[in-house]
């Protein structure tokens, strides 16, 4: 079973996010980008990818432990690409986690991923909703200045799992 933890976006953020990306595929239309849809934005903590379907219960039983208190996250100002400007492949939002909330709980969740020797991806935390992936570009990606987005409660975070199908992922919640 693949599986990623995240954080679901309040609706009126979707919402914005959802106007701006209206904006951004209509300037790159010439582009080979796999947009995300809407309804499956939403904010990584951790990509684990396949595990075992006998060690959901005891994960989702780990990651209940972990303490959460609700806090509010505010979406960066610029658009910004994986790995770099130069050679695009995701585009991306960063989320400013200036007070460190995000890193703290991917900390945890990592140290409970270790705890049930559950591999995960390993690469540093980058706080960020991915807008896109590049398959190609005819000619350099056309930047669309981002709105100033509305503030927003992470209240929680859950479990998902992520079924690759030919129409894009479907993520279910666990």
Same mark, same amino acid.
């Given at each position: 079973m693949r599986c990623f933890i995240a954080i679901e976006l309040a609706e009126n953020i979707k919402s914005e996010i959802d106007s701006y990306l209206l904006k951004l595929k209509k300037s790159n239309s010439e582009h080979d980008i796999k947009w995300v849809k809407i309804h499956n934005m939403h904010l990584t903590l951790q990509f684990i990818g396949e595990i075992d379907v006998n060690m959901v219960e005891e994960l989702k039983k780990a990651l209940k432990k972990i303490a959460f208190e609700q806090f509010t996250l505010k979406l960066n100002d610029k658009l910004s690409f994986f790995p770099n400007k130069f050679r695009p492949k995701v585009i991306k939002i960063s989320v400013n986690d200036k007070k460190g909330n995000l890193k703290r709980i991917n900390s945890m969740i990592r140290q409970k991923l270790n705890e049930l020797e559950i591999e995960y991806? #390993?690469?540093?935390?980058?706080?960020?909703?991915?807008?896109?992936?590049?398959?190609?570009?005819?000619? #350099?990606?056309t930047q669309v200045d981002l709105p100033k987005f509305s503030e927003f409660q992470a209240k929680n975070f859950n479990l998902f799992c992520s079924e690759l199908t030919s129409d894009g992922p479907i993520y279910t919640k666990l």
């Open positions: 991806d #390993k690469k540093p935390f980058s706080a960020h909703l991915t807008l896109g992936r590049i398959k190609y570009l005819n000619k #350099k990606f």
